[in-house]
Structures are given as structure tokens and as C-alpha cells.
């Protein structure tokens, strides 16, 4: 048995499910499945069938079906339990609950009422892409699904231009090319990027390579399955030292050797130390 019956107090208990393979589903949630007053999930089904995988009995609990989009009267059920001192379990379909799916408004109303709200964490189709990509991690934007409509998409994708940090985007296999080649005219073609298919699953499949190329590759592909795309942040463009040293000439006419080299640094997204050194000796000159 790979589960143990655990004491929970009243409070809301969000579950993570697994994003493919079902052995990826953590102790603790399969404890707390075991374990709850009452489980609700977005797909009745699907978590019904995880727990079977599992061996974790229903005991006679019934599995209630949540959407934020289901409306009050299904929050409240959840918020009477509550109320009555059990704890309430909530499994997404697939993955984290509340990223790119349901919970958000049944977290906020529950932690409005007082009570407790906590989370067995685990799997994200964001953050395993994310970890395979083999671009910087250091800051990212979660974009989730851009708009179907592709006018809507390219203002969507365009106010995304200058975030500092990897783009994420949530995709279906029948958008993909059109969606590739949207962010390659918007954002550029040059900018590195990863396609990651299916995750943790038998067709796992992750394509590198720069916007055009992965576009060019999907606009004569057809894909099935899952996907997650991700896109590098704008890199400024390879510069040269005469480059430098024209910039940096203009900017010493009208400023101080420190100003110039601030300037010029900031311009082409350089270190600021040897553009001084560059900008000293140009200005003993
Ligand atoms: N809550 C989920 C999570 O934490 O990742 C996301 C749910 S969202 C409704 C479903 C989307 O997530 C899919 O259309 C796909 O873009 C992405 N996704 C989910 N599972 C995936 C997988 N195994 N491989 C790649 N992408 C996946």
C-alpha cells in the first residue's frame, strides 16, 4: 500500500495530479485522497481512475465535480463541508490545479471565509518543460493559452516583446504551426525557443532550434498530443567594436567619459567596465 490514512483538520486541500504518467503523483496527495472528508475534482473521472491506479478507496465518499465556472451553489457545497468541520480534497484533471485550470475562485472564496487552504504540490507541465527547454530559468512568464483568434494573438504576444525573462505557453497540436509562426513574425525569427511534446509520457518529445526553424519543422508536421512552448527573451544583437567605439565618439561629444559609458553600456546591454576603459582612452585622445 502506498498510501497511509492521515488525521486532516477542516480546510481545503488543493492535490496535484499527474501531468502523464500516474506513478508521478506524490504519497502525500495520495494520503490526502485517502484521507478527506470529501474530494471534489474538475473531472470526476479521471481522478476516480487515478485512484483505482492506486488502490485508494472511495469508502463511500462521492467524488463532487468542480469548475470555477460551475457557480456558487458548487463552491458553497464545498464551503458548507467546510463549514461542518471536514477537510475537502480538489484534484485538477491534470497537473497543478489553479495553472491554466480550475481552483482559483473556490481558493480565494475558502480563505475568505477563514479557513485553512493548502496544497500536496507536484507536477506542472510548465515547470517539467521548463527544466528540458535548455533555456534560462532564472525568470519566466507563465503566458498560458494564447487567444484562438489570431489578431487577438498577435497583440497578445506582442505586449510580451520585452519581459526579461523565458515566455511559457500552453498549446493544442491544431494551433501549434500557426502559433509558431506568429511569435517568429512578431517576436523574430532569431529568438531561441523549445517545443516540448507529451511530457512524461511515451511519445516525450522536446525540438530546439530558433523561432523560424521550429516553425518551418511544425508548418509541415502534424502533431498530436500535448504541448508546451517556450521562447528565449530578446537578446540584443551581436555588436562589433566599431560599433562600440562609433557610439561611444557621439556620446563623448556632448557627455563625460562616465555618462558616455553608461550610456553606450546600456544601449547594447553591456558590461559597463570595459566600455569605460574604451571610453577613457577615446577621450584622452
Ligand atoms: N494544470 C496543468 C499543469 O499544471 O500543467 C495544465 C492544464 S492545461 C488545461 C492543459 C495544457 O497543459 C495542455 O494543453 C498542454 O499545453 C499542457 N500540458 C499538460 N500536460 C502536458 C504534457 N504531458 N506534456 C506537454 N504539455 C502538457
Known sequence: MNFQKISLTAGLYFVATPIGTARDI??????????????????????????????VPLEGRRILAYHDHSGPAAREKIIQALEQGRSVAYASEAGMPLIADPGYDLGRSVAEKGFPVTCAPGPSAALAALTLAGLPTDAFFFAGFLPNATKARRTRIEALRSIPGT??????PKRV???LADLAASLGPERQAALCRELTKKFEEIRRGT???LAEEFAERTVKGEIVLLVDRARSQAVNDSDIEEALLKALQSHSVRDAADLVSEMFDLPRRPIY?????????
Request: with cysteine.
Open 26 to 55: 506524490t504519497l502525500r496527495a495520495l494520503d490526502i485522497l485517502a484521507s478527506a472528508d470529501v474530494i471534489a475534482a474538475e473531472d470526476t473521472r479521471s481522478l476516480r481512475r487515478l485512484m483505482e491506479i492506486h488502490g
Open 211 to 213: 523561432l523560424s526553424e
Open 177 to 179: 504551426s500557426g502559433c
Open 277 to 285: 576603459q574604451r571610453a577613457l582612452s577615446l577621450g584622452n585622445k
Open 167 to 172: 515566455l511559457v505557453f500552453y498549446e493544442s
